[in-house]
């Protein structure tokens, strides 16, 4: 089964810090794939907060979270990282990591829904006031 696993979400409070972890545990989640990590609130979309490219490792944020949240990939792991510090009530969320093979290296990631056909069932973040 291809699936993604997300793990580190929970309770924390203005300020704090949390990381999430991404892996695949049926399957090589190697350094061909594209990562994205996105979110959803109660009531709202989900939008793309940080994305990774394959390969080269460039990556992309939200301007909602640029500077605060670092994307990081850790291939003999298999593993993708969301770093979070600074975090906001307005950061709460679920949040999710996804993956797709792109057909061809680029330069940059999409934080777009589209292209990604791999994805987790989420972990939950809560960030107290």
């Known amino acids: 089964q291809v699936r993604l696993v997300e793990s580190g979400g929970g309770l924390v409070q203005s300020g704090g810090s949390l990381r999430l972890s991404c892996e695949a545990p049926?399957?090589?989640?190697?350094?061909?794939?594209?990562i994205g990590w996105f979110r959803q609130a109660p009531g709202k979309e989900r939008e793309g907060v940080a994305c990774i490219t394959r390969y080269l490792n460039n990556t992309d944020y939200a301007n909602s979270v640029k500077g605060r949240f670092t994307i990081s990939r850790d291939n003999a792991k298999n593993t993708i990282y969301l770093q979070m510090s600074s975090l906001k009530p307005e950061d709460t969320a679920v949040y999710y990591c996804?993956?797709?093979?792109?057909?061809?290296?680029?330069?940059?990631?999409?934080?777009?829904?589209?292209?990604?056909?791999?994805w987790g069932q989420g972990t939950q973040v809560t960030v107290s006031s």
């Open positions: 049926d399957w090589g989640l190697d350094a061909s794939y594209e």
């Open positions: 996804a993956a797709y093979r792109p057909q061809f290296s680029f330069v940059h990631c999409s934080r777009a829904r589209g292209p990604y056909d791999i």
